[in-house]
Antibody, heavy 114, light 108 residues
Framework: QVQLQESGPGLVRPSETLSLTCTVS????????WSWIRQPPGKRPEWIAY?????????DFNPSLKSRITISLDTSKNQFSLKLNSVTAADTAVYYC??????WGQGTLVTVSS | EIVLTQSPGTLSLSPGERVTLFCRAS???????LAWHQQRPGRAPRVLIY???KRAAGVPDRFSASGSGTDFILTINRLEPEDFAMYYC?????????FGQGTKLEIK
């Protein structure tokens, strides 16, 4: 059974960097597209980015967020991570890690507030 | 970016009824990479359908889906109380991956 679990701070100050990690069990980190998706309160999900490794590593980003995103993969730890810099209140959302479309983490609420 | 438009926005139905949800894409969905997700309040989305018509593991057979190109439908037969939730379509054939605005299924 594939499981994904997000971890990271639930509160981030404006202008700082949001950092989250997803730990995966039950699936290989290679040859899978590992995504971050967020969902602001009361709104539809929004795809952020994915990382893919099949020997080499490739990335894809939502153009609306690309300039602020760093995404990385650590196959030795079965983890992948997201950094979103220069956050504002508009970045407040539940953040999910996922293997689109089949597997989702339970999500973690990140609030941007001083 | 492919824009997905779902209809209707909200449906009020009773348990036991049959319902059809619609998802229209602004451009053809590459590879029919179209999924349907169910989301209950406070929970993560859960995939019901992928590849436009394939039921995910553990999904009851009262859920079925079809479509190709730009028009897709999700049908739920004999609604159960746990089916009253939010439903999103998602395409992941073209970047950026995108979601519809959702259809809320509520109990009449």
């Amino acid at each position: 059974q594939v499981q994904l679990q997000e971890s990271g701070p639930g509160l981030v100050r404006p202008s700082e960097t949001l950092s989250l990690t997803c730990t995966v069990s039950g699936a290989s980190m290679r040859n899978n597209y590992w995504s971050w998706i967020r969902q602001p309160p009361g709104k539809r999900p929004e795809w952020i980015a994915y990382v893919y490794n099949n020997g080499g590593t490739t990335y894809d980003f939502n153009p609306s967020l690309k300039s602020r995103i760093t995404i990385s993969l650590d196959t030795s730890k079965n983890q992948f991570s997201l950094k979103l810099n220069s956050v504002t209140a508009a970045d407040t959302a539940v953040y999910y890690c996922a293997n689109v479309p089949l597997w989702w983490g339970q999500g973690t609420l990140v609030t941007v507030s001083s | 970016e492919i824009v997905l438009t779902q209809s209707p926005g909200t449906l009020s139905l009773s348990p036991g009824e049959r319902v059809t949800l619609f998802c229209r894409a602004s451009q053809s969905v590459v590879g029919n990479y179209l999924a349907w997700h169910q989301q209950r309040p406070g929970r993560a989305p859960r995939v019901l359908i992928y590849g436009a018509s394939k039921r995910a593991a553990g999904v009851p057979d009262r859920f079925s889906a079809s479509g190709s190109g730009t028009d897709f439908i999700l049908t739920i037969n004999r609604l159960e109380p746990e089916d009253f939730a939010m439903y999103y379509c998602q395409q992941h054939g073209s970047s950026p991956c995108s979601f519809g605005q959702g259809t809320k299924l509520e109990i009449k």
